[in-house]
């Protein structure tokens, strides 16, 4: 079944783009249908599942790599599942009302259906390298969807520079995904946690496990691309941001957590502190934004650390509460996106210096935004309150000396950032007059068209979830029992809890309120401190100036390596032969036994002349000479092939040369007579020298090779068979026209294809003149 | 192992090796069958000392010459002279084309070595 679900998706994904053009936007709501599916699914495996008993389901697909379809449905999964497929359904409903028909919909529903199928797919596996497929197809769907108006050079970058980032980051966590899976000798995501691996190996393969997930869920120091991605379209931010992409990296940490933070000593403050200075910084960032969204999208990045804080930690109370806010920021994060949708598609701006007046004229998405983002500044009687509450106690419970003393201020001043930028989002969006000092224009907002009220309908219902779950937390304290059980037995135990009894979490949640309005009553200031500082270096920045270097590091590579000289090219081709082999040969020089001068006085001479030759052919100054002077070269090596016991080769050899000349002297008769000297890049000082090492490298080589010689050579046999077996005397004509005739064959192709080339080009040429 | 030729193959790719290595296509062209003719007796010098032809019943006493190496080095006998001839209608069409046999550089290498000298100009 779970199969079938993912197949689902991949049906429908191939299907929405033919879909699309008929149906327009309504494509959405087909393509709801795989998420609807699943999460119904999943809820009747529900009460199993959260008891303990996981679903699986097990597809051999590579064995001999240990690569399997291992699926399987745990309390986790079945947490992450009801918010990417839940969550799911509802966004495409939405995004039924949000897109007007436009050519290329059903190509975009299409994408964002095989997103949802990817990001369940790595909440689903069972098998590291089988969530490395997934998760690298989540990069790439997400890319599509980040880049979909591709008319807009931003919304390029801003796709280009998110595969980038989480590509990379992609890379690093299969390394450590192999590390992991050779130290445990399996690559079973259940079986690895159950039995972790230890040692110095397994740290670092856990390291870049964990650079993946930071890329992924968007940890500093790789927050950027984030925000960035607000270039996609809103339906896609809401999807990414609160249920599936950026909870990817969550999810990770959150498997990986229980089973290793205890035993590597490295994990809980790398980890940790990630989380809080995303946190912090995700905040601070949040509350100088201008635009709605983009508040969002560091509202988003603070979350995620806060997340990675929680269920980083590996200990049983914090996961609790990271499974928690998991869910809750699922639901009020959705809503807030929801609400930006909308206000973007009716005032057409997301400028809260220019929006005044919103709340009066739609107070029923007013009421959904101030809902959800009270929810997530963790005021009471909502569902954020309750993992805010779980969360503040666990770490004041957890035991972890002055790092948890350091990481328990930072999530205190971290939540009050939230509640400060949350009011802002309600205030500045909604509200009267807020931040017009600033001046951004002429206000909009008391004449802007009413949203459809199905447009607000899955908003509201995310809003509602959050104050029912809020007010009753028995609803949802299964699922999040169950899912942080799952992950750690000892988590399961936890409940939710509206009232704990006046207890220090409590006061710190009092604190944080507090706090969170004086720094919204103290706005201007804030903004002031914020314009400041703006001028800090940014890992934007880095990141950009990296890839500008990355650019400008290949050109100089380019021009250096491949600066189009053919000389030099082949000069390094011979430097490399005479250093690595030539090396090679100096260490064993073991000359052969039997070495003798010449065969006769006549070969001695004959060498002579032949070199003498060769030497003229390299120095003449005309054409006609040089080739005279290789005909030279060619006859004198037709007497040593005599005097060599080779009548054939010489036969062969002036037949050829004589043709050859002919050739040439056909050819030279159109060129100048002699050679124009012409501009050097090699020196002829370095040609001479790169000439003599070749020369003295052959001559060594050709004696240690002979002298190498271990086996009988095979010519004894040809020279018995060939009269019984042949009917040949001439042996060299038997092994080439029988015993090597396949040789012979592909040597004549050899010569066909080079007639065929000669005969073209010459016929080219005549053409031209004939038309001249 | 005969040392005479062993020299000469040597010396036969040093001359072959620096005419490969000059720009004027006819040169490179003569230095590559110059380089081919190393080649072909490398391949008989492998076969080891010298002999009687490998003709059975042929005439002279003594052992044969290897006969193998005879074949392999008659094969590229045969392809080198079918390289050279490729070799020399291409600077033919050369000829006719530009009027000369120059081996030019890369165009669009050379373009791209001129953008980085001009950023690296910019940048100081």
């Known amino acids: 079944m779970l199969a079938l679900l993912l197949a689902l998706h991949a049906v429908l994904a191939l299907a929405a783009p033919a879909l699309g053009r008929r149906l327009g936007p309504r494509v959405f709501l087909v393509c709801a249908l795989a998420p609807g599916a699943t999460a119904a699914w999943a809820a009747t495996q529900a009460a199993g599942v959260l008891d303990g008993s996981a679903t699986t389901q097990v597809l051999p697909w590579v064995p001999g790599l240990g690569l399997d379809l291992a699926l399987r449905l745990d309390g986790f999964a079945l947490l992450m599942v009801a918010l990417v497929s839940g969550i799911g359904a509802v966004l495409f409903a939405y995004s039924r009302w949000y897109f007007s028909p436009r050519p290329g919909l059903g190509r975009f529903a299409g994408v964002l259906t095989a997103f949802a199928g990817s990001m369940l797919g790595v909440v689903l596996a069972d098998n590291l390298l089988l969530i490395y497929v997934f998760w690298e197809l989540t990069s790439i769907t997400s890319y599509l969807l980040i880049g979909f108006e591709d008319e807009k050079g931003s919304a390029r970058a801003a796709a280009l520079q998110a595969i980038l980032v989480t590509g990379a980051g992609g890379l690093a966590m299969l390394a450590g995904f192999v590390i992991v899976g050779q130290a445990a000798g399996t690559y079973s995501l259940s079986g690895i946690l159950a039995d972790p691996p230890g040692g110095g190996v397994v740290g670092a393969g856990l390291v870049l496990v964990l650079v993946g997930a930071c890329t992924k869920s968007a940890q500093v120091p790789f927050h950027f691309w984030l925000p960035a991605a607000m270039a996609a379209p809103t339906p896609v931010s809401a999807y990414l941001h609160s249920a599936t992409l950026v909870k990817a990296g969550v999810y990770l940490i959150a498997r990986f957590a229980p089973a290793f933070a205890a035993g590597h000593a490295f994990w809980r403050p790398l980890v940790m502190g990630l989380g809080v200075a995303t946190m912090l910084l995700g905040g601070w960032r949040a509350l100088r934004q201008h635009d709605l969204k983009l508040l969002l999208a560091y509202g988003t990045v603070s979350q995620l650390g806060f997340m990675v804080v929680l269920v980083g930690a590996g200990i049983p109370e914090l996961t609790f509460a990271g499974a928690a806010l998991i869910v809750a920021h699922g639901l009020f994060k959705a809503a807030l996106f929801m609400v930006v949708g909308i206000v973007d598609h009716q005032a057409h701006t997301r400028d809260l210096r220019v929006l005044s007046g919103l709340g009066r004229r739609m107070p029923g998405v007013a009421a959904v935004a101030a809902v959800a983002a009270a929810s997530m500044a963790g005021v009471p009687l909502l569902l954020g309150f309750l993992s805010k509450e779980a969360a503040y106690e666990g770490l004041l419970h957890a035991h972890l000396g002055v790092g948890g003393s350091l990481a328990l201020a930072g999530v205190v001043v971290g939540s009050v950032l939230t509640f400060a930028y949350g009011a802002r989002f309600v205030l500045g969006g909604f509200g009267a007059g807020f931040g017009e000092s600033a001046g951004g224009g002429d206000p909009v907002g008391p004449d802007v068209a009413r949203p459809a009220p199905a447009f607000v309908v899955p908003a509201a219902l995310f809003a509602v979830l959050t104050v029912v779950a809020g007010v009753a937390p028995a609803l949802v304290d299964p699922l999040v029992g169950g899912g942080a059980g799952a992950l750690d037995a000892a988590a399961g135990k936890a409940h939710l809890a509206l009232w704990h009894g006046f207890t220090p979490a409590l006061g710190l949640s009092v604190l944080t309120l507090a706090a969170g309005a004086l720094l919204v009553a103290g706005a201007g200031t804030v903004e002031r401190v914020q314009a400041r500082l703006a001028g800090a270096p940014s890992a934007a920045g880095v990141y950009s100036s990296a890839l500008v270097g990355l650019n400008r590091l290949a050109d100089r590579v380019t021009a250096v390596l491949q600066n189009g000289s053919l000389p030099v090219y082949l000069g390094v081709i011979l430097l490399t032969v005479l250093a690595l082999p030539g090396l090679a040969l100096l260490t064993r020089t073991r000359l052969p036994g039997g070495v003798v001068v010449g065969e006769s006085p006549l070969q001695?001479?004959?060498?002579?002349?032949?070199?003498?030759?060769?030497?003229?052919?390299?120095?003449?100054?005309?054409?006609?000479?040089?080739?005279?002077?290789?005909?030279?070269?060619?006859?004198?090596?037709?007497?040593?092939?005599?005097?060599?016991?080779?009548?054939?080769?010489?036969?062969?050899?002036?037949?050829?040369?004589?043709?050859?000349?002919?050739?040439?002297?056909?050819?030279?008769?159109?060129?100048?007579?002699?050679?124009?000297?012409?501009?050097?890049?090699?020196?002829?000082?370095?040609?001479?020298?790169?000439?003599?090492?070749?020369?003295?490298?052959?001559?060594?080589?050709?004696?240690?090779?002979?002298?190498?010689?271990?086996?009988?050579?095979?010519?004894?046999?040809?020279?018995?068979?060939?009269?019984?077996?042949?009917?040949?005397?001439?042996?060299?004509?038997?092994?080439?026209?029988?015993?090597?005739?396949?040789?012979?064959?592909?040597?004549?192709?050899?010569?066909?294809?080079?007639?065929?080339?000669?005969?073209?080009?010459?016929?080219?040429g005549r053409r031209q003149q004939d038309e001249a | 192992m005969i040392l005479v030729l062993a020299l000469l193959v040597g010396a036969l790719y040093a001359v072959g090796t620096y005419l490969l290595l000059q720009r004027t296509l006819t040169r490179v062209v003569i230095g590559l069958a110059i380089m081919g003719h190393g080649a072909n007796l490398l391949l008989l010098l492998a076969g080891g000392r010298a002999g009687r032809a490998p003709i059975v019943d042929g005439p002279g006493a003594g052992p044969f010459a290897d006969p193998l190496p005879q074949a392999l080095a008659l094969t590229a006998i045969v392809i080198t002279f079918g390289i050279t001839a490729f070799l020399l209608a291409l600077a033919y069409r050369s000829w006719l084309l530009r009027s000369d046999d120059e081996v030019e550089d890369d165009v669009e290498d050379r373009r791209i070595a001129r953008l980085v000298r001009r950023h690296e100009e910019n940048d100081s």
């Open chain 1, 604 to 764: 001695v001479v004959v060498a002579g002349v032949v070199l003498a030759a060769a030497v003229g052919a390299a120095f003449a100054r005309r054409r006609f000479a040089a080739v005279l002077f290789l005909g030279g070269v060619g006859y004198g090596v037709a007497v040593l092939f005599v005097i060599q016991g080779a009548p054939d080769l010489a036969l062969t050899q002036l037949l050829v040369e004589t043709l050859a000349v002919v050739i040439f002297v056909l050819v030279l008769r159109h060129l100048p007579e002699r050679f124009e000297p012409s501009a050097w890049r090699l020196g002829q000082a370095t040609r001479v020298a790169v000439a003599g090492g070749v020369g003295v490298f052959v001559a060594a080589f050709s004696l240690v090779a002979a002298g190498a010689r271990t086996a009988e050579p095979v010519s004894g046999a040809y020279l018995e068979q060939a009269v019984p077996e042949a009917g040949g005397q001439n042996v060299v004509n038997v092994i080439l026209v029988d015993f090597r005739a396949f040789d012979t064959l592909g040597e004549i192709t050899v010569l066909t294809v080079a007639a065929l080339g000669i005969v073209s080009l010459v016929q080219a």
